[in-house]
């Protein structure tokens, strides 16, 4: 049974920092793609930032040079690195593991940024 657990949510200032973690365990966690997807109220769930097998790097225009995503697979785990944050920052915040056409996901973390 695949599980993505999703930590380190909740609620900052603007200009704060989070860390949110994702702890993977029923896949061999080393070979998928792993990212982090959030969805702000009434709006489309997208994209933040993605990390390979390898530790390619992607994200969102919106956030490069802010946000950071690293992984551990020693740990099973992937983190996000939140700075400089704003309230356009606001979402739920869902961690996501691919090795297409195979996707999970996780239950999600509120990120909150208030003003």
């Known amino acids: 049974q695949v599980q993505l657990v999703e930590s380190g949510g909740g609620l900052v200032q603007s200009g704060g920092s989070l860390r949110l973690s994702c702890a993977a365990s029923?896949?061999?966690?080393?070979?998928?793609?792993m990212g982090w997807y959030r969805q702000a109220p009434g709006k489309q769930r997208e994209l933040v930032a993605t990390i390979s097998s390898g530790g390619t790097t992607n994200y969102a225009d919106s956030v490069k040079g802010r946000f950071a995503i690293s992984r551990d697979n020693a740990q099973n785990t992937v983190y996000l690195q939140m700075n400089s944050l704003k309230p356009d920052d606001t979402a739920v915040y869902y961690c996501?593991?691919?090795?297409?056409?195979?996707?999970?996901w996780g239950h999600g973390t509120q990120v909150t940024v208030s003003s």
């Open positions: 029923g896949i061999i966690f080393s070979t998928w793609l």
């Open positions: 996501n593991a691919r090795r297409t056409p195979i996707n999970y």
